[in-house]
Nanobody
Framework: QVQLVESGGGLVQPGGSLRLSCAAS????????MAWYRQAPGKQRELVAY???????NYADSVKGRFTISRDNAKNMVYLQMNSLKPEDTAVYYC????????WGQGTQVTVSS
């Protein structure tokens, strides 16, 4: 199973930027599609963005044009660049490896507040 560890969360003012990182273990990382999800208090976990093994990407409408997902297969890393952050982006962000043997990270808190 792929083990995932997120980092890069924190407190940022509205309009600011953060870059989340997800470090993956395992030699089969490049075969997995990878995704970022988020869960705000009292809400269901929702898909933010995903990237296929071939680096095709897709985004939730709420983050299109502001967030960018990318991957570095040589380093077993996935990133989420978040720009123009809004208070409604506040949530715990999770990295997810999609497929058999995939898994979830422990999450990293992102708080957007003045």
């Amino acid at each position: 199973q792929v083990q995932l560890v997120e980092s890069g969360g924190g407190l940022v003012q509205p309009g600011g930027s953060l870059r989340l990182s997800c470090a993956a273990s395992g030699s089969s990382f490049s075969r997995y599609a990878m995704a970022w999800y988020r869960q705000a208090p009292g809400k269901q976990r929702e898909l933010v963005a995903y990237i296929t093994s071939g680096s095709n990407t897709n985004y939730a409408d709420s983050v299109k044009g502001r967030f960018t997902i990318s991957r570095d297969n040589a380093k077993n890393m996935v990133y989420l660049q978040m720009n123009s952050l809004k208070p409604e982006d506040t949530a715990v962000y999770y990295c997810h490896a999609i497929g058999v043997g995939g898994g979830w990270g422990q999450g990293t808190q992102v708080t957007v507040s003045s």
